[in-house]
């Protein structure tokens, strides 16, 4: 008997590892999104961000392009995805992305980088090839 309450907590634990382990998969939802040359623009201000988007998953975390981060998938619903990481020492953050069509997007972002905070909200749009 003492040996089934010993193997409950350690099937538990697996659970979750195998429930983190999907977690940190690439979302699907993501695969809507077309590669190629994207603009970022914040509603209303003049600057624009340009980024060649090889994966669209570079969009959730666009302030840590190239730390390799921990991702976990918070909420997926047909349009739209919630992602929280942890980039170690680099930073961290959540990205919540609304997908209109698969050129346009909505992102509101925010999270540390570089020991300062940051918050963000653009449309992201593609607008061609990567050059």
């Keep these: 008997m003492a040996f089934t309450f010993r193997l409950v907590p350690v099937l538990g634990g697996l659970m979750m590892l195998s429930a983190m382990a999907s977690a940190a998969q690439a979302p699907g939802l993501l695969r809507q999104l077309e590669p190629g040359a994207w603009e ?5 201000e003049p600057q ?5 988007v ?3 998953e570079q969009l ?3 302030e840590h392009p190239r730390s390799q981060c ?3 998938v918070l909420a997926e619903t047909q349009r739209s995805l ?7 020492g680099a930073g961290s953050g959540r990205t919540d992305i609304r997908i209109e069509t ?3 997007a909505q ?3 925010q999270g540390v980088v570089g020991g300062a905070p940051f918050a963000w909200t653009m449309e992201a749009r593609r607008v061609g090839a990567c050059r």
């Design 40 to 44: 970022l623009r914040a509603r209303g």
């Design 48 to 52: 624009v961000r340009r980024l060649c």
């Design 54 to 56: 090889a994966n669209p």
């Design 60 to 62: 959730l975390q666009v």
């Design 70 to 72: 921990q991702r976990y």
């Design 82 to 88: 919630s992602v929280s990481y942890e980039c170690g």
């Design 102 to 104: 698969s050129r346009l």
């Design 107 to 109: 992102i509101r972002s």
